[in-house]
């Protein structure tokens, strides 16, 4: 039996876009940062409820009705330990209590990296998420598509009108968007402006800011005016905050 | 020259209550937590500009017209760098960066504590302000009772009507707190269930948690019905987390 940790991850449909979900992308740099041996398994959407329960990973929560199992990626499976997680931060626990080499919570952070965890997800991921959502649909394959496109456009109403382009609503995403990265910015400043926010190595923390970008990025395009715009807000730091994560960004395609 | 720190706090007016203000605690705890040489300065309210302005210390922020400097304590001279410091947080960097045994920040937290300050505010001490602001005017002596009730009722309107004892709007306040103090517990569990937040030793988030949990417990009393109900939410947890300081408590009267 192979001792390779399997990561379930949802394909793009091209190579420059198979990996652009920003909670799999954590777990991809997490992995490739602690050196760990794994191979990718692309999971579309409407499959992904099956082959969790194939290899026993829990689901993460309840659907709209509050009582149906929901299951998500990212999910590994361990057969060091024939261990299923499902969960990104749960994983990366996982990941520190198994493989403690290169810890992605250095010690004391954790309890912090909480309250970093729930701020970060409501002024940063809320509003990206917004702007970024149809042109995730557009990466995706026909199967994925369907699922993905319908499930949020029962959360959110037609997609095309959740943040048009130039549209003053768009703006305002915008400005909440530039305001959570400001905050941001001013965390990393507080730790006297070292490369990750917990100091020379990424933590964490970084790579959840990594996964964010990294999906703006790949749904967007890398030469896209709203990529741009991003990666230059705060004196261009973000695009050179992704930039350090280059060496940790091989995809198994 | 006395090498003692002085430290300016806003005295209560008995000897019970004589140490009563959320973010000068913080600084109390900070030097007896350090161990380091100090003196307590008592200033009242009407006079926090003056003495501000007579040993250097800058304002903090400005006045509701956006424009006119407001001064605030916490406030430290130091006469061994001849510095004065205003902000609790900015006193804990200096104390650390000056006296840096037993660091207020582990090595790597700074970063990650903006995020635990600012979310912190918002969930524990907005509710938290608005339960014990009136409490907190009766333990004043007269002339800062008259400059904090009649500046707090400018904001707020009439202080007898924020969080009247019983009332509808009262319960949905500590609503409101016990879902940011069980949100905080959650990220103590995310630590291993630590002593404080970063691990086996106090470090300037739980001491801003203390700060808090001491405010009320002198304002509303020891042995008050709404201490009581604070104390022992989650299990407990916050009588217990607060009679750690107990030894970093020392107040010179």
Redesign the interface.
């Known amino acids: 039996m192979s001792s390779e940790i399997v990561f379930y991850d949802i394909p793009g449909k091209s190579d420059e876009t198979k990996a652009w979900s920003p909670n799999t992308w954590n777990i991809r740099y997490a992995l490739n940062y602690k050196g760990l041996k794994y191979r990718t398994e692309w999971v579309e959407f409407p499959h992904i409820e099956s082959v969790c329960k194939k290899i026993g990973a829990p689901a993460t929560g309840t659907k709209a009705d509050g009582v149906t199992p929901y299951y998500t990626l990212p999910v590994i499976f361990d057969p060091a330990t024939n261990t299923a997680v499902a969960d990104a931060t749960t994983i990366a626990d996982y990941l520190d209590k198994t493989y403690p080499s290169k810890l992605l919570f250095?010690?004391?952070?954790?309890?912090?990296?909480?309250?970093?965890d729930?701020?970060?997800s409501s002024i940063v991921m809320s509003p990206l998420f917004l702007l970024v959502v149809l042109p995730t649909c557009h990466v995706l394959n026909p199967i994925s598509f369907e699922y993905f496109y319908s499930t949020r456009t029962t959360l959110l109403g037609t997609l095309e009108e959740v943040a048009p382009d130039g549209a003053e609503k768009t703006e305002k995403l915008w400005n909440e968007l530039e305001a959570g990265l400001a905050?941001t910015a001013?965390?990393?400043k507080?730790?006297?402006n070292?490369p990750f926010?917990?100091?020379d190595a990424p933590?964490y923390?970084d790579i959840q800011i990594a996964g964010r970008l990294v999906w703006a990025k790949v749904v967007w395009g890398k030469d896209s005016k709203n990529w741009s715009r991003l990666r230059d807000l705060d004196g261009g730091r973000w695009g050179k905050f992704l930039d350090q994560f280059d060496k940790y960004s091989a995809v198994d395609l």
Request: hydrophobic residues 40%; positive net charge.
């Open positions: 250095p010690p004391g952070t954790r309890g912090l990296f909480g309250a970093f729930a701020l970060s905050k001013s965390w990393f507080a730790n006297g070292t926010i917990t100091g933590s923390a």
